[in-house]
């Protein structure tokens, strides 16, 4: 039987949208302040009104709104309302009505409903089972007052992690909307005591006000109302107010009881349900290459399924017989393989799209989206994200994926923080060479690439075509010779030929690819007063120039940059000028967050550049921390950049 996503329900539209009370409101209401918001093109609400209700498995959404529909773009939007509905909610709709010349017209039998998937972009790896509910209402006009009331229910399973933990996030509405009346209730029918946890609040200066949080008991509720209200003004750079309901619980309180379910999933005979992957693993020669075998098997061999946030996590055994199910399910099974190999391994909660925001939030599960496993190897810390499927490597080799705080499922823990990461070897290798002769440039750029870079190469030559990326390196060399003082980049054919680029060498092993690029370039020299000029520069691999352009008051500044070593060899048929700054320039900048190193050798006929640029990352940085790494950079950018040659005429 196919689900409902969307319900007439008019039978429970309240007592508030009958005619004498959209009368009375009518005749109550203060016209100055409706003017004023009219005349400012603000969307105005008669009455709002939006009842949260929490029940042991149950949540529904009541929301009545009555809307003067004052301009052309509330009318298009209100003629085609749409609703997200999740996978687990059902719309209801009890009210569509329409107040015209003060008289109350339903149209609930007057609209069309369209239940919409939603197109997901086909490198996206998250799967969204939400349905769009398209509601079309015709015959609206201007100057009529529309009444919508609709219910969204979501009931879950017992096993349903919402059960335990409830969270929801109120958001303060913004300026747009003015209100007659508005009012905003959440009421506790659980079992359990809810906190209200104000997050961002501010006095008249701007500063962040810290609000003792609010407990609401069982059959007790936490309500706003306001008369003649006005949505608050967006600042920007600032974080808009909010309220974080959830259960009233602790991190280590949580990670008790969690942990306490998932421990009886660990306790499970791989042999049992898994002889034959046992029978693989046992034939390989040393233990990288069986962790590598079982990572790849998961992350590869098991389709990834939506998220279920269930309380209990899918059995690794019906994991491995139907090769299917959500990040909490595949790293259950990676745990209980790892387990039997003998490394050491925890499950941990993670969100990726929120981190930064994670101490932030209230003590909840359900503020972390996905599953991933630490393990530890040799007294090393590993992140395996299982959903993964284009990773390569033995463990140290893999892909370490950017994120600071993570839950890890381990009783009495509290939410840990890791700390910035230094590459121990460098991410990107790269040896650039130009040989000049009567004006026509050799062109030879060899790169080695390790971990998520050399992951994200194979992807690119898996669904680029040869052409599309040897046009991508065309432009990168454009840029870095700086020959867009020359010809407009439309113009690169003309002057690039014979180009090519191959991958020579690709160790899965060691999550290593090479890759040669080659081209002939014509006329490759700036001319400056008469001067030719011949330069090589990556900008991208070692300026971070959006660090001063951070302005937001709120979120620190996210650092997540590659270590990179280059070396860069320019050599012509003509005698250079070997005592220019820009050709002999080198530094050795040691700060907090990037080390940065420049070497060169200058010789009669060109000169070679050695860069090493080792920044750390996984970084948040605000404050003086900020300002000394935008001064690192502005320092690398002023003087200590790559390499230029001037020919002696």
């Known amino acids: 039987m196919t689900k409902e996503y969307c319900i007439l329900q008019p039978e429970l539209s309240s007592l508030k949208t009958n005619q004498e009370d959209i009368s009375s409101w009518l005749t109550i209401q203060d016209k100055d302040f409706y003017d004023a918001q009219i005349a400012q093109d603000k969307g105005y609400y008669i009455r709002y009104e939006d009842v949260e209700t929490v029940k042991p498995n149950s949540h529904s959404s009541f929301i009545s709104r009555v809307i003067t529909l004052s301009n052309p773009d509330l009318i298009n939007l209100i003629e085609n309302a749409q609703f997200d509905v999740g996978e687990d909610e059902v719309l209801y709709i009890h009210t569509l009505t329409v107040v015209r010349d003060g008289q109350v017209i339903d149209k609930i039998n007057d609209i069309d409903i369209n239940v919409l998937n939603y197109m997901c972009d086909e490198n996206q790896t998250e799967v969204n089972t939400d349905k769009l509910v398209v509601v079309q209402i015709s015959d609206l006009q201007l100057n009529d007052i529309f009444i919508i009331e609709t219910t969204v229910e979501r009931k879950y399973e017992e096993s349903n992690i919402r059960n335990k933990y ?49 407990i609401i008991e069982k059959n007790q509720s936490y309500t706003i109302e306001e008369d003649y209200y006005v949505g608050d003004e967006p600042k920007e750079f600032e974080i808009a107010p909010f309220i974080d309901f959830m259960t009233e619980k602790t991190y280590p309180e949580i990670t008790k009881e969690i942990s306490d379910v998932y421990q009886t999933f660990y306790q499970v005979n791989l042999v049992s349900f898994a002889e034959d992957l046992v029978i693989e693993l046992n034939m390989l020669s040393s233990l990288d290459h069986k962790i590598k075998y079982a990572i790849d098997f998961v992350q590869k061999e098991v389709f990834n399924e939506p998220e279920t946030n ?19 399910a595949k790293t259950v099974l990676l745990k209980v393989i790892l ?43 590993y992140f395996i994200d299982v959903t993964m499927s284009h990773d390569e490597g033995f463990l140290a080799n893999r892909d370490q994926k950017s994120f600071i705080y993570y839950l890890e499922i381990k009783a009495g823990i509290d939410i840990q923080k890791r700390q910035p990461l230094e590459n121990k070897i460098f991410s990107v290798e790269e040896v650039f060479s130009c040989d000049v002769k009567e004006n026509v440039a050799q062109i030879t750029l060899e790169k080695k690439l390790r971990g998520g870079i050399a992951n994200k190469a194979r992807a690119m030559f898996e669904s680029w075509s040869d052409e599309n990326i040897i046009n991508n390196y065309n432009f990168a060399i454009y840029a870095c010779m700086f020959l867009y003082e020359n010809y407009e980049q439309d113009k690169i054919d003309e002057y690039f030929s014979n180009t090519s680029i191959q991958i020579v060498e690709d160790n899965k092993e060691l999550n290593e690819l090479s890759l040669v690029y080659k081209a002939t370039i014509l006329n490759p020299y700036e001319i400056i007063d008469g001067k030719r000029y011949l330069h090589y520069w990556d900008w991208n691999n070692f300026i971070d120039d959006e660090a ?42 040691k700060s907090k967050y990037v080390n940065y190193c420049v070497t060169k050798k200058v010789k009669e006929y060109g000169a070679s550049c050695y860069i090493e640029n080792s920044p750390y990352y996984n970084l948040a940085i605000s404050g003086e921390d900020l300002e000394e790494y935008i001064k690192v950079n502005k320092q690398i950018h002023d003087d200590n950049w790559g390499i230029s040659i001037g020919i002696l005429e």
């Open 166 to 214: 409830f969270r929801w996030m109120y958001t303060i509405p913004d300026s747009y909307w003015a209100y007659g009346k508005y009012r905003y209730e959440l009421k506790n029918e659980t079992e359990q005591n809810l906190s209200a946890n104000f997050q961002y609040f501010r006095d008249e200066v701007g500063g962040i006000l810290e609000k003792d949080k609010v």
């Open 548 to 589: 001063a352009e951070h302005f937001h008051k709120d979120i620190p500044y996210w650092v997540d940059r590659n270590s990179i070593k280059t070396e860069i060899h320019l050599t012509i048929d003509m005698p250079i000028n070997q005592y220019k700054q820009v050709t002999r320039q080198e530094c050795d900048i």
């Open 339 to 381: 387990d039997y190999l003998g490394i050491d391994s925890q499950l941990v909660f993670v969100n990726f799209d929120q981190d930064l925001f994670i101490p932030v939030y209230g003590p909840s599960p359900s503020t972390f989206k996905q599953a991933i496993l630490k393990a530890t190897l040799d007294n090393q810390d």
């Open 310 to 328: 269930n309380f209990e996590p899918q059995s690794a055994e019906i994991t491995y017989k139907t090769k299917r199910g959500d990040s909490r």
